[in-house]
């Protein structure tokens, strides 16, 4: 008879069962008896043996009334997140458009928003709302800009409730209304309404203050879910994120880069890398991040998910060209800081429902081309990588005439005659995917219109680079 399988238990005594829904004791139990339960369920089942016992949990009716979570695509869900919550039908097919089987978010955190979102009523009622909201993107297949019937009235529950618990002056800075304006911020995120998430984040910056700063904070899952939220909000407005990196974040990004080659061996990046270090040897800040993302994008060993948010949270913290400074670096650092927030925005999106705006990265880059000069040089390449990223975002033909105005300029520095020494040239800069692909039609007869049409004499003329500065 074969030996039966290798097993270990570890107990854990409580007094009452009313112990099990205190937060000590769910962390106690999740650290000490169930570090591979997540990993046993996604394991594919086999077949028990014939000296195998299997053991089921079986829940009591009361709670086997409720829907499983497995039936909206949390496969890996912690059992002990939403077993307090008022769970039925609507909420049910509602958390199905956040933590669906179509999310390509990382375990991570989809983690911290389970943890965050099913904290409590409160914080579950604004889960809800964004769901409404995400389901009616999904249905759409666009963006956003007004509420829907179900998502305003679930939205208006929560405003009722958060005021209810502001009327407490110890919930002001409690785990459950942080939580929540978390949600409250996604909300306007995702209808693009900045005014209310600007609003909203100052009142979060000032509860966090009140309670002691960001430090204070009990739990990783709570920081890394606000920090996702701000970054959301800041790429959109093209701003500082307002707060500091979650650890598991710099973790991800933490990869040890040959310091005499900077780059994977044999990378089509290396010129470009090494022509910078000789043309600005002085900025290094957004080169570092480039080298990162030059590692990163062909490594499949290391899905996009586990780093897009840390790199994204470094590139809105870089700010060049702050305090004035309009030095020939700190432009060129600008537009390629902008060009790889858009280069990163095809790839974000492709995570799950996402609200992903660039219309104002868009609008800061081509008031920057127009507003200051600079002398790329043997830098061209790059200069060509970023216009192409904006063009392709563009969403009109308007704008993305402008674009390969500037495109078409560029080509003729670098002699460059056609559509495919264009890919050549992106290619060797840094790309994700295929460029030949349906989603670059429009731009490449556009580009390769203009340049049969309009001589490149003609080109500067078409080209209005007066800008007021308030446009900026």
């Known amino acids: 008879m074969a030996n039966p399988p290798n097993t270990t238990f570890t107990f854990i005594n409580v007094s009452h069962p009313s112990e099990l829904k205190r937060q000590e004791m769910v962390d106690h139990i999740r650290c000490s008896a169930m570090t591979n339960f997540g990993k046993m369920r996604r394991k594919r089942r086999a077949k028990a043996q014939k000296n195998e016992i299997v053991f089921e949990l079986q829940a009591s009716e009361e709670v086997a009334a409720v829907v499983p979570m497995s039936r909206i695509g949390i496969d890996a869900a912690d059992p002990f997140e939403a077993g307090h919550l008022k769970w039925d039908a609507e909420a049910t097919r509602l958390m199905g458009n956040i933590f669906g089987a179509n999310n390509g978010?990382?375990?991570?955190?989809?983690?911290?928003?389970?943890?965050?979102?099913?904290?409590?009523?409160?914080?579950?009622?604004?889960?809800k709302a964004i769901a409404s909201l995400n389901g009616e993107k999904l249905r759409r297949g666009t963006l956003l800009v007004e509420d829907t019937p179900e998502s305003l009235a679930l939205h208006n529950k929560a405003l009722q409730m958060l005021s209810k618990r502001l009327d407490d002056p110890q919930q002001h800075t409690s785990d459950s209304v942080i939580g929540a304006m978390s949600g409250l911020l996604t909300y306007d995120w995702t209808i693009g309404n900045f005014e209310g998430w600007n609003w909203h984040m100052s009142g979060l910056l000032k509860m966090i203050n009140l309670r002691g700063g960001i430090r204070t904070l009990s739990r990783e899952q709570m920081h890394i879910t606000l920090a996702w939220t701000d970054i959301c909000g800041a790429y959109a407005q093209d701003i500082a994120p307002?707060?500091?990196?979650?650890?598991?974040?710099?973790?991800?990004?933490?990869?040890?880069?040959?310091?005499?080659?900077?780059?994977?061996?044999?990378?089509?990046?290396?010129?470009?890398?090494?022509?910078?270090?000789?043309?600005?040897?002085?900025?290094?800040?957004?080169?570092?991040?480039?080298?990162?993302?030059?590692?990163?994008?062909?490594?499949?060993?290391?899905?996009?998910?586990c780093w897009m948010e840390p790199i994204i949270h470094r590139l809105l913290s870089l700010r060049p060209m702050r305090h004035g400074i309009e030095t020939r670096g700190a432009i060129i650092e600008e537009a390629c800081r902008i060009g790889t927030l858009l280069f990163l925005s095809r790839s974000w999106r492709e995570f799950g429902v996402l609200s992903i705006r660039t219309t104002l990265l868009r609008r800061n880059l081509l008031a920057m081309l127009r507003r200051y000069f600079a002398e790329w040089g043997r830098l061209r390449p790059l200069l060509l990588w970023v216009l192409v990223q904006a063009a392709q975002e563009a969403e009109s033909q308007a704008e993305r005439y402008q674009f390969n105005i500037r495109i078409s300029m560029v080509m003729s520095k670098l002699n460059i005659a056609d559509w495919d020494g264009l890919v050549e040239v992106l290619k060797g800069v840094v790309w994700s995917g295929e460029i030949a692909d349906a989603a670059w039609e429009p731009g490449q007869r556009d580009l390769t219109s203009l340049i049969a049409t309009q001589p490149q004499v003609e080109f500067e003329n078409c080209i209005d680079f007066n800008l007021p500065k308030q446009d900026m």
């Open 105 to 127: 978010q990382s375990p991570a955190l989809l983690h911290a928003w389970q943890s965050v979102a099913f904290y409590d009523e409160f914080s579950f009622q604004t889960a």
């Open 242 to 305: 307002h707060f500091p990196m979650p650890k598991t974040w710099q973790q991800a990004i933490e990869i040890d880069i040959d310091d005499e080659n900077d780059v994977v061996p044999a990378s089509s990046s290396d010129s470009i890398i090494r022509t910078w270090k000789e043309e600005l040897p002085e900025y290094d800040a957004w080169i570092s991040i480039f080298k990162l993302i030059v590692r990163l994008v062909p490594d499949h060993s290391i899905p996009a998910n």
